[in-house]
C-alpha cells in the first residue's frame, strides 16, 4: 500500500463560520475529521493539527496548521459542528 499524500489545508474566504478545505480536491473538511495529531489520532507527518478528507476519491491528510493561523481563534473550530 502505498504512503497517502500530504497537503495543506486551506481557509475558506468568505465564509461566517471558519471552513478549512482539502488541500488537493478543495472539498469540505468535516469538523468530524479535524482532530489534534497527538494521541491515538497520531500520524506520521508533523503538524499539530489534521485534517482527513472524506470525499469519495481524496482521502488525502490535510495539515490545518497554516489555515488555522488565520483564524482569530482557532480554539472555536473544534467547537463547532459540521
Known amino acids: 500500500m502505498r504512503e497517502p499524500n500530504h497537503y495543506n ?3 475558506a474566504e468568505g465564509c461566517a463560520v471558519p471552513t478549512l ?10 469538523r468530524s475529521r479535524i482532530f489534534l495529531n497527538e494521541g491515538d ?8 493539527t489534521i485534517g482527513l478528507c472524506s470525499a ?6 490535510n495539515c490545518c496548521d497554516d489555515a488555522m493561523r488565520h483564524i482569530d ?6 467547537g463547532l459542528a459540521c
Open 9 to 11: 489545508a486551506i481557509l
Open 21 to 30: 478545505l482539502c488541500g488537493h480536491c478543495h472539498s469540505i473538511l468535516s
Open 41 to 48: 489520532n497520531q500520524q506520521s507527518i508533523e503538524c499539530r
Open 56 to 61: 469519495d476519491d481524496c482521502g488525502a491528510v
Open 73 to 78: 481563534n482557532p480554539e472555536r473550530l473544534f
